[in-house]
């Protein structure tokens, strides 16, 4: 990717703190990206998006190329959504609308099974790929997104009109090559399901103890009950991608706890929605893994127990 004429153009859907970021640095690196505003349209369009980060400083993109219709939108050959799960139903009309004929669209969502319900409501010609952010971040007010740490995204080829797995690979790193020109750390994995499995070993224990105990990372870290039960939670995780056929590497767990105690202070996304009246993403951090491994043999009853106490608090008026 080294002359303007290799470079696609992006398109990004929901700009919120992920869709943001990414499209912002992608934007700040010079890349054609175009953002699909929906609320924050004319706070956007008229501001440009602002990125205050503790590792790449202020970023300003304005003018921006914001849309409050995806119609208005140029046919995209790179599709980054950053949508919550929980409006994936009404997704895929604005993929077909937004995309080019063989577009390759890359979900930077969280938990399982995102791709997958997806892929049925898309043409055969469109890619589809998993990406993993690792990243602490979120959106301070409209147009302005506050990066604390971390920031690397991993991304795998999940179905479509690529033939073989060099063909599929290629196309991940392709996807990886993007984040790479723009400074981000990025690699291509060679088994998506497994990395969603690795990555709700820190989902699900931070993101719904955030919600149920109103607490974030440092508190949470700093408490003797609230570790053993992220630990228990981690180890349950473990179990049940095992469970499942997928391999969590020795010290996977312990790693990501490590990691959390050295992140700063940190709210989850899960307690960003509920904070402000959102859908909480149950079913795909919570629901979907609950059933893949009870469906393999494996009971994870903490992990059962918080679903179950989230559900609850999602019911309830705010």
């Known amino acids: 990717m080294t ?20 499209g912002a640095m992608l934007a700040h690196a010079g890349f054609d990206v175009h953002f699909l505003v929906r609320s924050e349209f004319h706070a956007v369009a008229e501001r440009g998006l602002q990125v205050h980060s503790a590792q790449h400083g202020t970023l300003n993109v304005f003018p921006v190329q914001a849309y409050s219709s995806v119609d208005d939108m140029p046919p995209c050959d790179w599709l980054l959504v950053g949508t919550k799960t929980t409006s994936n139903a009404e997704l895929a009309s604005t993929i ?35 990406g993993l952010c690792y990243i602490c971040v ?25 033939a073989d797995l060099p063909a599929r690979q290629a196309i991940a790193e392709e996807g990886a090559g993007l984040f790479h020109f723009a400074g981000i750390d990025s690699q ?7 990395a969603r499995w690795q990555k709700l070993v820190w989902n699900i224990p931070y993101n719904g103890l955030s919600v149920l105990l109103r607490a974030s990372t440092v ?22 991608a095992t469970a499942c056929g997928y391999q969590v590497p020795a010290g996977y767990a312990e790693h990501l706890f490590m990691m959390t ?5 940190y709210w989850p996304s899960m307690y960003h929605d509920h904070l402000h009246g959102r859908p909480l ?8 893994p609950l059933a893949a491994a009870k469906a393999a043999g494996c009971d994870m009853p903490r992990i059962e127990a918080l679903f179950r106490s989230l559900a609850f608090i999602d019911r309830r008026p705010a």
């Not at 303007?4 to 990414?22: K, M, N, V």
């Not at 937004?98 to 319900?117: C, M, R, T």
């Open 3 to 22: 002359g303007a004429a290799a470079r696609p153009t992006i398109g990004i859907i929901g700009t919120g703190a992920i869709g943001g970021f990414y």
């Open 96 to 130: 077909v609308r937004a995309g080019a004929a063989d577009a390759k669209v890359l979900l930077l969502q969280n938990g399982l099974g995102v791709e997958d319900s997806l892929r049925e409501s898309l043409p055969d010609s469109l890619h589809v790929l998993g």
């Open 138 to 162: 979120h959106r301070e007010a409209p147009g302005v997104i506050t990066h604390q740490a971390l920031g690397a995204v991993h991304v795998g080829y999940h179905s479509g009109p690529a």
């Open 188 to 194: 291509a994995m060679a088994n998506l399901h497994q």
């Open 219 to 240: 508190p949470l870290m700093a408490d003797t009950n609230s570790r053993e039960l992220i630990k228990a939670l981690m180890a349950e995780v473990v179990q049940g």
């Open 261 to 265: 105690e050295k992140m700063p202070d």
């Open 281 to 288: 993403e149950l079913e795909a951090i919570y629901a979907r």
